[in-house]
């Protein structure tokens, strides 16, 4: 395989694309955030292994910048960051694995032999579609059968989580973290709230209605069903 490593501490790289080629692969290495970035886009890998704190440019912005790209190579955050928020951030953010440091070279091997074997990752889609409601997320644009709602930079990241996850039940619990960011149950109707202002919007001006309560639980936006 043909693998980039962006690391900045010269001894962790050395040893670690010492370890690649003795093992077949080729390993180029860059040292700086930014010309890692571009070299990832400007060439072709099978597997990218980066640092989270580097110079120029951090390895979470790398990654995102290389899925808003649509570059779709897996990859592997390499850190002695290794908190739970964190590993869950690497990942939310692109990443495809993480692994932390101190780590054994054995396991990194073995993580990144089971990336390059993963079949190509479909292109992201842009543009949500559930019935006749469609949102676009890069115009950042909500449409009704074919009409333009206005919605609020909350409610378009509320939207988002219901369409992404259609004809599923999303807790208040999962729209608290993936919305607002909360790890714990404010004790407030915040939730409940802008349910209300986003079913005011994308359901009562139109026949059919898409999102759901499911009581007690949490709520469901999915295509009117029939029988």
């Known amino acids: 395989m043909r693998i980039l490593l962006i690391e900045d501490d010269t001894k962790t790289s050395d040893y670690i694309a010492k370890g690649f080629s003795e093992a077949g692969h080729v390993c180029d290495v860059f040292d700086d955030g930014r010309d890692g970035l571009f070299q990832a886009q400007r060439e072709a890998y099978d597997v990218i292994v980066v640092d989270r704190m580097l110079p120029g440019l951090d390895?979470?912005?790398?990654?995102?910048?290389?899925?808003?790209?649509k570059v779709g190579t897996p990859a592997l955050f390499l850190t002695s960051i290794g908190g739970v928020d964190d590993r869950v951030e690497g990942l939310e953010a692109g990443g495809d694995d993480y692994?932390?440091?101190p780590f054994a070279f054995s396991e990194l091997l073995a993580r990144v032999n089971a990336l390059g074997r993963r079949p190509p990752v479909q292109e992201q889609r842009t543009v949500l579609k559930v019935a006749d409601l469609e949102l676009d997320l890069i115009r950042r644009e909500a449409r009704r059968a074919g009409q333009m709602i206005e919605l609020q930079p909350r409610e378009f990241t509320l939207l988002e989580v219901l369409m992404r996850?259609?004809?599923r039940v999303i807790t208040k619990t999962m729209l608290l973290e993936r919305?607002?960011?909360?790890?714990?149950?404010?004790k407030t109707s915040v939730v409940e709230t802008h349910i209300s202002r986003l079913r005011a919007k994308v359901d009562k001006p139109f026949e059919a209605q898409l999102l759901h309560t499911v009581r007690n639980t949490g709520y469901s936006l999915h295509?009117?069903?029939?029988?």
């Open 223 to 227: 295509a009117p069903r029939t029988g």
């Open 99 to 101: 692994l932390v440091k």
């Open 165 to 167: 996850g259609e004809g």
């Open 179 to 186: 919305v607002w960011d909360f790890h714990f149950d404010p």
């Open 59 to 69: 390895g979470l912005a790398i990654v995102r910048s290389l899925r808003a790209a």
